[in-house]
């Protein structure tokens, strides 16, 4: 049973640029979450998506937008990128089934982003 | 605002001993808790989670003790063994509102020594 897969795991951008990863959740999960954990600190949450929506959102501005695909994959977007995006992304899926849902999220090895 | 403070940064401690690592919020609304383990260069792992109405959950040589009056949980690891060097992340969330979304503190590295 393939767990939470996020692809690239690393990457190197320049100020200014834009960037798009990708998570494929646990099989069985319908929801994805996005976490960004800089260094020293804990992850913090971006978004979540389900039902190819996106259902709640953090303290992130819209620079960070995302997408999820019928198959319950997602991507993470981020524009004009700064120095400041420069950190570890996190992508965890778990299962809502309407109001049915599960709080043990299950993480990928996530994306080492760095900007430069 | 950080709601889920991990107030040491690393613990170390011997093989066979207990390692008693803490965590406290300052959301009320705060009602299920849930502690992960990471490795380097993977994700973090679940580890064990508690419901506000419990007050002690326990699986293997892992417990985790909620005190609400205190607003604090700590996971009490019993023997600690090598391989239980990492970091330890609390979580929180607030169920029915957030859905399922997670509070995080910082950490604390846990290192276990032979």
């Known amino acids: 049973d393939a767990g939470v897969t996020q692809s690239p795991t690393h990457l190197i951008k320049t100020r200014g640029q834009q960037v798009t990863l990708r998570c494929s959740p646990k099989?069985?999960?319908?929801?994805v979450s996005w976490y960004q954990q800089a260094l020293g600190q804990g992850p913090q949450f971006i978004f979540q998506?389900?039902?190819?929506?996106?259902?709640q959102r953090g303290n992130f501005p819209d620079r960070f937008s995302g997408h999820q695909f019928p198959n319950y994959s997602s991507e993470l977007n981020v524009n004009a990128l700064l120095l400041g995006d420069s950190a570890l992304y996190l992508c965890?899926?778990?299962?809502?089934?309407?109001?049915?849902?599960?709080?043990?999220?299950?993480f990928g090895p996530g994306t080492r982003l760095t900007v430069t | 605002d950080q709601q889920v403070k991990q107030n040491s940064p690393s613990l170390s401690v011997q093989e066979g001993r207990i390692s008693i690592l803490n965590c406290d919020y300052t959301?009320?609304?705060?009602?299920?808790f849930l502690w992960y383990k990471k490795y380097p260069a993977e994700g973090p792992t679940f580890l064990i989670s508690?419901?506000?109405?419990?007050d002690k959950n326990e699986d293997g040589r892992f417990t985790v003790f909620l005190n609400k009056s205190a607003k604090h949980l700590s996971l009490h690891i019993v023997p600690s063994q090598p391989g239980d060097s990492a970091v330890y992340f609390c979580?929180?969330?607030?169920?029915?509102?957030?859905?399922?979304?997670?509070?995080f503190g910082r950490g604390t590295q846990l290192t276990v020594w032979p």
């Open positions: 965890a899926s778990s299962f809502s089934h309407g109001t049915l849902y599960s709080y043990e999220q299950y």
């Open positions: 099989s069985g999960h319908d929801t």
């Open positions: 998506y389900y039902e190819e929506e996106e259902r």
């Open positions: 959301n009320s609304m705060f009602d299920y």
């Open positions: 508690i419901s506000s109405i419990k």
């Open positions: 979580a929180a969330s607030v169920r029915g509102s957030t859905l399922g979304r997670l509070y």
